[in-house]
Nanobody, 121 residues
Framework: QVQLVESGGGLVQAGGSLRLSCEAS????????MGWFRQAPGKEREFVAAISGSGGSTYYADSVKGRFTISRDNAKNTVYLLMNSLKPGDTAVYYC??????????????WGQGTQVTVSS
């Protein structure tokens, strides 16, 4: 079992930055690929970014590439999502996920409760 707790969401103006954190507990963190997803009101959940267990591989949705950076600190059991140049369209609840494969992160076994990010224009 893996427990995930996100933090760092909030209200920010367009063009601003936020850093989300997701702290994991309950299992060996480095064994898991980690991902960030988001869901806006009335829309389906969508993939944002993912990182392998070692941190050596990362993947991004085209909509955030060049603006968001995913990273992890295995010593702190934490994955981060640094979001720069935020746009109103980035407004959503952001979830972190832990899975055994970065290729299958969309069907990850473990999910956090989500943190709200609101970008004002």
């Amino acid at each position: 079992q893996v427990q995930l707790v996100e933090s760092g969401g909030g209200l920010v103006q367009a063009g601003g930055s936020l850093r989300l954190s997701c702290e994991a507990s309950g299992s060996t963190f480095s064994n898991y690929a980690m991902g960030w997803f988001r869901q806006a009101p009335g829309k389906e959940r969508e993939f944002v970014a993912a990182i392998s267990g070692s941190g050596g591989s990362t993947y991004y949705a085209d909509s955030v590439k060049g603006r968001f950076t995913i990273s992890r600190d295995n010593a702190k059991n934490t994955v981060y999502l640094l979001m720069n140049s935020l746009k109103p369209g980035d407004t959503a609840v952001y979830y972190c996920a832990a899975g055994h494969s970065i290729a299958l992160i969309g069907s990850a076994a473990y999910w956090g409760q989500g943190t709200q990010v609101t970008v004002s224009s």
